[in-house]
């Protein structure tokens, strides 16, 4: 599931091409427990990382047009 979600967070992974794509109930439980783990180990706060998210997706959506 891991590899499954930072897959998809990078944009490499395609569920269309999985055999066996994971239900999306399965990934919607463990995305939060991915997500606590990361800002745990990385010492950043949650709203830092939000930020920058929501920055990246402005940025690809102005490089888009």
């Known amino acids: 599931?891991?590899?499954v979600l930072?897959?998809?967070a990078?944009?490499?992974y395609d569920p269309g091409d999985d055999d066996t794509p994971p239900?999306?109930?399965a990934v919607a439980a463990?995305?939060?427990?991915?997500?606590v783990d990361l800002l745990a180990v990385t010492g950043v706060?949650?709203?830092g990382c939000l930020e920058a998210a929501f920055a990246?997706?402005?940025?690809?959506?102005?490089?888009?047009?």
């Open 1 to 3: 599931m891991v590899l």
């Open 10 to 12: 990078l944009g490499v």
């Open 23 to 25: 239900d999306p109930a």
């Open 30 to 35: 463990h995305v939060p427990l991915l997500v």
């Open 45 to 47: 706060p949650f709203a």
């Open 6 to 8: 930072l897959a998809g």
């Open 56 to 65: 990246e997706v402005a940025r690809t959506e102005r490089h888009d047009d």
